[in-house]
């Protein structure tokens, strides 16, 4: 194993966030695509349906050819496609070439995340949650900016100005090729590595993947669930100032940010699956204050439940990787890609509770998920391979 390496980890982690900006960029810039083609809500639905299913459902696949041998070209072209497509996304006016955009933009991103995970692990040394913790900042970091940014660009200058964000891919390149052969050599040392360790995996390492990947999907339910529908309760429920709304979304997105990188931290002391039960044990007790309090002590349940909700993103990339060490890239895939955006497509789910029992409802239905997560984490072993720290 190489030497923990903070430089190439906050390189990796600043193409992550890159990455994740057009990713995140979605979301906010759909009303202005619809509005620019005249889309009906449906066709408007359906360009968010592909960019979920291109950037996360297929994630294990890059995973999976890239444990088959290194590929770290994956690296820069996932980055720059992603950025590419997106840029696209603005200058056309034809439906069909804005969908193929999206899902060009969007294989980008899945093909950035597997390889991303894998390379980071080559740099962990003996603090491999603190390590991914900062790989996986990022990504978090990157979601949380990407609608000021994107907005500011739209409001100022219009949607036309949008490809200006493609400078940000342009950027990293060269960085990335300053670090270039390091991780050649550490993707060649890993692969030799693995031909000559091959072995099946252990008995019930399928099984506890499994759980792990479940308990991924229901914090992605819960953080997805919050996203979509606080906007919907404080904003048309609640008739509060859309503002304030905001405040609170961006509270939980900050802190989340914030949660990802002190989680790693602690959990390389603390132990990997301790950490985790902890995390969701926490969040579960403070999700019902939601609908308790008001005011500036609202904003710091979101804050808290942000923190500690998002804290167990890395260790939970970590465990998996643990579990099946010869498959980094696929388990990175499953739980970073996969899992996450299964748990954002569940909010469909939310939707129909919401359509027939009102948005409190579906608020407070949010509530299991994390319940959920926790009782499920319960059950994750030691299977074979993985030793619990």
């Known amino acids: 194993m190489n030497k923990f390496n903070l430089k190439i980890l906050l390189m990796l982690s600043l193409g992550h966030c890159i990455t994740d900006l057009y990713q995140g960029s979605m979301p906010v810039i759909l009303p202005f695509l ?4 005249d889309l ?3 066709t408007a639905g359906l360009i968010l349906i592909c960019s979920n299913l291109s950037s996360s459902i297929v994630q294990p696949v890059f995973g999976y050819f890239s444990d088959r041998e290194a590929k770290p070209w994956l690296l820069p072209a996932g980055c720059f496609c992603a950025g590419l497509g997106f840029s696209l996304m603005a200058l056309t006016s034809n439906y069909a070439l804005l969908l193929a955009s999206v899902l060009f933009s969007g294989l980008g991103v899945a093909a950035y995340h597997p390889e991303g995970f894998k390379t980071a692990s ?4 003996n603090r491999p949650a603190a390590a991914m913790s900062i790989f996986s900042m990022g990504g978090n970091l990157g979601f949380a900016l990407a609608p000021l940014l994107s907005l500011l660009i739209v409001k100022h200058y219009g949607l036309d100005y949008l490809p200006a964000m493609m400078f940000l891919a342009l950027a990293f390149l060269p960085l990335l090729f300053i670090f270039w052969k390091r991780i050649k050599t550490a993707g060649k040392s890993d692969t030799c590595a693995r031909k000559k360790e091959s072995a099946p995996a252990p008995k019930g390492a399928f099984a506890a993947l499994a759980i792990v990947v479940s308990v991924v999907v229901m914090r992605a339910w819960t953080q997805f669930g919050l996203l979509s529908y606080v906007p919907f309760y404080y904003i048309d429920y609640l008739k509060e100032d859309p503002l304030y709304a905001g ?3 961006t509270a939980f997105l900050v802190c989340g940010v914030v949660g990802t990188l002190t989680g790693g931290q602690i959990a390389d002391r603390l132990g990997h699956k301790k950490t985790l039960v902890i995390s969701l044990a926490i969040s579960s007790v403070i999700f019902p204050f939601i ?9 710091a349940v979101f804050s808290m439940l942000g923190f500690f909700l998002v804290s167990s993103f890395a260790v939970t990339i ?4 643990k579990i099946l060490p010869n498959k980094v890239g696929m388990v990175s895939g499953l739980t970073a890609g996969f899992a996450i955006g299964t748990g954002g497509a569940g909010v469909t789910v939310l939707g129909v509770i919401a359509d027939l029992y009102g948005v409190p409802a579906a608020m407070h239905c949010i509530m299991i998920f994390p319940v959920a997560g926790l009782i499920l984490s319960l059950l994750i072993k ?3 391979a993985y030793t619990e720290s």
């Open 34 to 37: 619809k509005a620019k083609l």
């Open 40 to 42: 009906s809500y449906t």
């Open 122 to 125: 080559f740099f962990t040394g």
């Open 247 to 249: 405040q609170l979304l």
């Open 291 to 299: 609908f308790l309090t008001e005011g500036f002590a609202l904003v």
């Open 318 to 321: 970590v465990i998996a990787q």
């Open 382 to 384: 030691s299977p074979g």
